[in-house]
């Protein structure tokens, strides 16, 4: 099993910088690929990024190509999102996500553990 805790939303302006975390515990944190997934108001949850197992694979929906990078520690048990040059259109509670295999998908159905969210809200 595990367990995800995300943290480091709030609110930023337009413009400005933020970077989520999300804390893991189980042993088999470091064989999984790991995804971040954002829910804005009335749409349907989304695709951000995803890592591979290693960290040597990263994926990225294209409206946070070239702002976004997603990260992981495995020895820390820590997947990380940047999130660079901010828009108020990023405002979203944001997920992190567990895949059962090493390089992960862009599809929330193939994620088996979930984060509960943490708020991003961007000022414009």
């Known amino acids: 099993q595990v367990q995800l805790v995300e943290s480091g939303g709030g609110l930023v302006q337009a413009g400005n910088s933020l970077t989520l975390s999300c804390a893991a515990s189980g042993r088999t944190f470091s064989s999984r690929a790991m995804g971040w997934f954002r829910q804005a108001p009335g749409k349907e949850r989304e695709f951000v990024a995803r890592i591979s197992w290693s960290g040597g694979r990263t994926y990225y929906a294209d409206s946070v190509k070239g702002r976004f990078t997603i990260s992981r520690d495995n020895d820390k048990n820590t997947v990380y999102l940047q999130m660079n040059s901010l828009k108020p259109e990023d405002t979203a509670v944001y997920y992190c996500?567990?895949?059962?295999?090493?390089?992960?998908?862009?599809?929330?159905?193939?994620?088996?553990?979930w984060g509960q969210g943490t708020q991003v809200t961007v000022s414009s």
């Open positions: 996500a567990a895949h059962p295999g090493s390089r992960g998908g862009y599809y929330d159905y193939e994620y088996d553990y």
